[in-house]
């Protein structure tokens, strides 16, 4: 009889160990994919092995306009690029919020950056072994010596959906006069499959200096990153820490 009960109360154990770490691995798997970003590093990726993998970017050039306005441009070549408008399309909307939208697809590659009533298509996959860790909105305005008012780029009500959620609003970047702001929004989970990132893009100037203003812009950068641990084995090292503690009970 003792044998019999030391053999079942072992498999009871085993069982028990087992169920305990499929329970933590769906608890790890639901929490991926819940997806969401936030301003705080949430270190699960080693930013040590951070890449630039590609921007969507709107430009501001005046007199003349020869950059294109609109861009997806994919580490250090050009993904996409709007053609460059035979006439400056930036005058009658100066100072006006214009709403912009980017849609990426982690798993497919597909890249839709829409703005101005003009869509850019692309694809970029990043590399197997990276997670997409954070994305770093920036904008960026030169404003000529001597200027009595500075001029002005903002990204306003940057939102950031994660995997079909509801998205979380950011606020809004904005810079006056010559270089950048920017603060990274991390992704708070590796398991991330689709990104949208809305918002509005606003630029002004002074129009005594609209033929001086030249290479004013504004991005959304998307970067990757190895993570620590890999994701992978967390749900294998939870059912050895289950194991391990009930062992140690006995």
Do not use: C
């Not at 044998?3 to 499929?22: K, L, Q, T, Y």
């Not at 301003?39 to 969507?56: C, E, H, K, M, Q």
């Not at 690029?81 to 930036?90: A, K, M, Q, V, Y």
């Amino acid at each position: 009889m003792n044998a019999m009960f030391i053999v079942s109360s072992f498999g009871e154990n085993r069982r028990a160990v087992v169920r305990a770490g499929f329970i933590l691995g769906a608890f790890v798997a639901v929490v991926s994919a819940m997806a969401q970003t936030s301003l705080v590093n949430p270190g699960i990726y080693d930013n040590a092995t951070a890449s630039t993998r590609f921007a969507a970017r709107a430009s501001l050039e005046f007199n003349p306009p020869t950059r294109s306005n609109l861009w997806i441009l994919g580490e250090s070549s050009t993904i996409a690029s709007e053609g460059t408008r035979p006439t400056n399309p930036w005058a009658s909307v100066l100072g006006q919020p214009q709403e912009f939208e980017l849609n990426y697809n982690v798993d497919t590659g597909d890249i839709a950056w829409s703005m101005f009533g003009t869509t850019l298509t692309g694809n970029y996959l990043k590399p197997s072994d990276e997670g997409l860790a954070y994305l770093v909105p920036l904008v960026q305005v030169q404003t000529p010596s001597g200027a009595s008012t500075p001029n002005f780029s903002e990204i306003g009500d940057l939102t950031v959906s994660v995997n079909g959620g509801p998205g979380t609003n950011h606020g809004s970047w904005s810079h006056s006069g010559n270089g950048y702001e920017l603060e990274p929004i991390y992704f708070t989970s590796y398991d991330v499959h689709t990104v949208k990132v809305t918002g509005f893009i606003t630029f002004d100037v002074g129009s005594d200096w609209i033929d001086d203003i030249n290479g004013s812009l504004a991005d959304v950068t998307f970067m990757t990153a190895k993570a620590v641990p890999e994701p992978a084995s967390m749900a294998v090292i939870g059912v050895g820490i289950v194991a391990l503690v009930r062992r140690r009970r006995k």
